[in-house]
C-alpha cells in the first residue's frame, strides 16, 4: 500500500501548521509588546504616585508636634492597596506609611529610583536635602494579572478565527486543486478504447506541461496501437485466402495419393493447415476485440444469444455443457456480435482444457452474471495471472492458440467490465471458472 500523501493534503497540512504557527508567533510577539508597554505604565503611575504624595508626606510629617515615631495614615474605608507606600529617614527609621503597607517588603535602608524584589516593584524619592525618603511598591502579581488578562484578550479571537481560517485554506486549496484531481479522473478514465486527449485547459499554469506531455503520450500510445492491430488485422484477413485454398489442395491431394505414408503426411500437412486457419480467425477477433465497439447504442437481451452459442456447442459436443438460463431477460449494453464472441473463445477454452469426462457449466443469472466453469487440475497463482495475455497457455498438452482469453478480458475491458479468472472455480474444489457481470458496463 502507498504511503504517499496527496498534493492537497500536504498543501492543506502545511499552510494549515503554517498559518497556526504564525498565528501564535503573531500572539507571543503581541503579548510581549504589551507586556512591555505595560510595564512602562506602571512604572510611570508608580513614579507620578510617589511624585503626588511625597509633598503631603513631608508636610504631614514637619507640622508634627511631635515629629518621632512611626504614624500609619488611617483608610477612609476598608479596602485593599495596590500600591502601598513607606516614609523613612537616611538612617531607616520609619516616620510613616500606607495602612496596609509592609514594611518587609522594602530594603532596610531607602533609595531612590526603580529597583525590584522577588515580589514587587519600588519607586524611591528623596525630599528635604535627602533626609527623608518616600518609597512606594507595587505587587508583581498585580502586573503578572493584567498581562495575563491582555494574553487572553488577544487569544480569545484567536480561539474562533484559527478554526475558520483553517477552514478557509483547506476550502481554498481544495477549490484550487479541483482541476488537478479532474485531470487525474480523466487518465485514469483512459484505456485501450479510449486514448483521446485529455483537456487540460482549467488546470494552473504549473501543471500545464504535464497535460501536454500526458497528451503527447496518449498520441504515441494511439498510433503504437492502431499499427498493430492493422498489421494483426490485415496479416490474418491476407493469410485467410491462401490458406483456404492450400487446404483445398491438400484435401484433393489426399483423395489422389495411396501410399499410407503419404497419406499419413498429406493428413499432417492438412492439420497444420486447419490450426493456421484457426490462428488467423482468432487474430481477427482479437483485433476486432481491441478496436473498441464492445458496446452498443441501446441494450439488448443477451439470453437467447447464449443459447444459442451454446446450441451449436451441443452439436459438437453432446452431452459436455450443462447450461443455466435465467428466468428473466438479462439486458445489456454489451454487443451482441462481441458477446458471441466472448462467450465462444470462454466455451471453447473450457472445452479444450476441462476434464474430458466432466461437463462445462454454463449460467446466467437474472443480475446479469455470467459464468463458465470447468473441471480439471487447478491452475496455479502465478500461470492464472498471466492467462489474460496474447499466446498465454496453462501447462497442459492440449492444442490451442492461447489467444481465447486475451480476446474475451479485451471484449470485457473494451466495455468497462472486468473479467474474473478463478481456480479453483467457484463453487469446486479443482477445475477452472470466468465470470463476468454483463450488466456492469460504464
Known amino acids: 500500500m502507498s504511503t504517499r500523501t496527496s498534493l492537497q493534503n500536504r498543501l492543506g497540512i502545511g499552510l494549515t ?63 485593599d ?17 500606607s495602612h496596609d503597607a509592609d514594611p518587609r517588603v522594602f530594603a532596610p535602608l531607602p533609595r531612590e529610583g526603580f529597583s525590584s524584589t522577588a515580589t514587587h516593584r519600588l519607586y524611591g524619592a528623596s525630599a528635604v536635602s535627602d533626609t ?63 486514448l483521446s486527449p485529455v483537456t487540460g485547459d482549467r488546470l494552473p499554469s504549473e ?8 497528451n503527447r503520450l496518449l498520441a504515441r500510445l494511439h498510433r503504437a496501437l492502431e499499427s498493430e492491430r492493422s498489421f494483426t488485422a490485415n496479416s490474418a484477413h491476407e493469410l485467410r485466402t491462401p490458406l483456404a485454398t492450400a487446404l483445398a489442395k491438400v484435401q484433393r491431394l489426399k483423395t489422389q495419393v495411396h501410399s499410407e505414408q503419404l497419406q499419413n503426411n498429406v ?7 486447419r490450426s493456421l486457419s484457426l490462428l488467423s480467425g482468432k487474430l481477427l477477433e482479437l483485433a476486432k476485440a481491441e478496436g473498441g465497439g464492445a458496446l452498443s ?17 451441443e452439436r459438437q459436443a453432446a452431452g459436455r455443457i450443462s447450461l443455466s438460463l435465467p428466468e428473466s431477460e438479462v439486458n445489456s449494453l454489451l454487443d451482441p456480435d462481441a458477446f458471441a464472441i466472448l462467450l465462444r473463445n470462454l466455451i471453447e477454452n473450457a472445452l479444450k482444457h476441462g476434464a474430458d469426462n466432466q461437463t462445462v457449466e454454463v449460467s446466467m443469472t437474472d443480475d446479469g452474471r455470467l459464468r463458465v466453469s470447468n473441471a480439471g487440475t487447478i491452475v496455479p497463482a502465478p500461470q492464472l495471472a498471466l492467462l489474460r495475455n496474447r499466446f498465454a497457455r496453462a501447462t497442459t498438452d492440449t492444442a490451442g492458440s492461447g489467444l481465447g482469453l486475451a480476446i474475451a478480458d479485451a471484449i470485457a475491458t473494451g466495455a468497462g467490465m472486468t473479467l474474473h479468472l478463478r481456480s479453483p472455480a467457484s463453487g469446486r474444489q479443482d477445475g477452472f471458472g470466468a465470470e463476468l457481470n454483463v450488466t456492469a458496463s460504464r
Open 297 to 313: 447504442q441501446s441494450p439488448h437481451d443477451l439470453v437467447p444469444i447464449l443459447a444459442m452459442i451454446v446450441s451449436d456447442f
Open 207 to 214: 501543471f500545464e506541461p504535464i497535460a501536454i506531455a500526458v
Open 267 to 273: 493428413a499432417e500437412i492438412e492439420e497444420a493447415l
Open 81 to 97: 492597596e495596590y500600591l502601598t507606600y513607606l516614609v523613612r529617614d537616611a538612617h531607616g527609621n520609619h516616620l510613616l506609611q
Open 17 to 79: 501548521l503554517g498559518v497556526t504557527l504564525l498565528w501564535l508567533l503573531g500572539v507571543t510577539a503581541s503579548g510581549l509588546v504589551a507586556q512591555h508597554e505595560m510595564n512602562e505604565v506602571f512604572d510611570s503611575a508608580l513614579e507620578e504616585t510617589a511624585q503626588r504624595i511625597l509633598p503631603l508626606a513631608v508636610t504631614d510629617i514637619l507640622n508634627r508636634e511631635n515629629a518621632s515615631g512611626k504614624q500609619r495614615t488611617p483608610a477612609l474605608k476598608a479596602h
Open 132 to 194: 527623608l525618603y518616600l518609597e512606594v511598591a507595587e505587587p508583581l502579581a498585580h502586573r503578572r494579572e493584567a498581562a495575563l488578562e491582555a494574553g487572553l484578550a488577544l487569544l480569545m479571537p484567536l480561539m474562533l478565527l484559527i478554526p475558520i481560517s483553517l477552514l478557509g485554506i483547506w476550502w481554498i486549496v481544495r477549490l484550487s486543486l479541483r482541476p488537478v484531481v479532474e485531470f487525474q479522473q480523466s487518465i485514469e478514465s483512459r484505456g485501450a478504447g479510449d
